[in-house]
């Protein structure tokens, strides 16, 4: 044989694998239907009492009312969510629309990977910060009174990791995701944690008043810049229903009536009551979805992933096939595996003599893959000057175009799978049903679900195949809700 008759045949062989793993990665409408009902089964089930183990962790936030656009006040707002740590102030005007002022700052690395990092690392750093904060945005707050005193300050905390929620200002860490890994921390009151840090760094005129999740943040804000809107003209009332993320981890909330959460105690529940509260917002942390795999599609890169690369093996497995952390990394391990068959790339003959990049875990971010997705040229040039710039990767057009096609089924699966909590909520709420002709609202943030290309059209495709039918998808509102963290938190701060 020829050494171009040769190429050819790897060329044909190396397409005709990647059409078999891509097939691997297909969801259906039968799977979008069990999966549907197995996450009904599951939200029911984490909503009683008794074993935390059983069912979705649907955790209790203690928020029990809908913002509707008219809170006023400044508050101040820390966020610490997937890479991310954010001091805010936030006005909110009454009208629908609210100022900020922030400062952001990525997490630094040895605070995420360092062995020996403890909770007073973490939360002494974010005392730094806010103290930063304040000094650059908000000089006057410093400044002692004629009594010597400082002007107390009401904080909300958007802390977006799994939390044993026990009021609204309290909860411990159940475990770290998206990427932290400190020990110390979990099983503490995370609030305790950073009020503390606080007082060390001078700052304990701050009360942090609300622990919060971005997803209730999301919400929470989206209700508030929204507010249940009469759709101009029609007289349809459109209602914000579920708060949601798919950015570096994915999760959801939405309101559940007081009577359905079997597991928050019968007196809160009645006291709750008499307020005239009848629901409270639920952080379902779908994240942790099918933990057991009893339904979750899985590909053995999947099984890779979790048990050799996360930092949290067992765990968070729907996110682990969902959001923007791991959209890369599967990308990653199917490459290497196809190098491995001969398969591609096989300019470097073993494993070791792939670049170092191409062997690093969670090297390979969603932004290349949103690159990947799109282009449409004909040499696929976007994909080649892509693959150099990250990996310091040159590929062949038949590897470029088995890289696309890679690409397209990983997140179609991921837009698919986000379809499932969605359609799960409208179902068990009746959402969808409330009204004649009655439309939902779902308050979406997350650089996935505002960024990638066509993820949200995969989406609306995924729920009309859903149980829901085209017809539901159609009452279907997906709104980019941004800030929801800062926003949420301080209006969580205020109803404290
Ligand atoms: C966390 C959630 C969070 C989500 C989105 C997940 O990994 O467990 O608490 O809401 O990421 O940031």
Redesign the pocket.
Known sequence: MSFSELHKETETQLLSEVDKICEGFVVGPEKLAELTSYFIEQMEAGLKAGDSELGLPMIPSYVTGKPDGTEQGVLLAADL??SNFRVCSVTLNGDHTFKMEQLKTRIPQELLEEQGVTSDDLFGYLARRTKAFLTRNHPELLRPDSNGALQPLKMGFTF???IAQTSLNSGTLIRW??GFSIKDTVGKDVVELFQEQLKNYGLDMINIVALT???IGTFLTHCYTSGTALQAGSGEISEPVIGC?F?????GCYMEKLDNIEKLPAKLKASLKKEGKDEMCI?T?W?SFDNELKHLPTTCYDTDIDQKFSPNPGF?LF?KRVSGMYLGEILRNVLVDLHSRKLLLQQYRTHDQLPHRLKTPFELSSEVLARIEIDDSTTLREIELSFLQSLRLPTTYPERKAIQALVRAITRRSAYLASVPIAAILKKTGALEKRYHGEVEIGCD?SVVEYYPGFRSMLRHALALSPLGPEGERKIHLRISKDGSGVGAALCALVA
Not at 247 to 251: A, I, L, V
């Open positions: 969510g997937g977006s990791y799994p995701t998206k999740n971005d997803t993320i950015g570096t981890g994915t999760n952080n942390e994240g968070h996110e997350g």
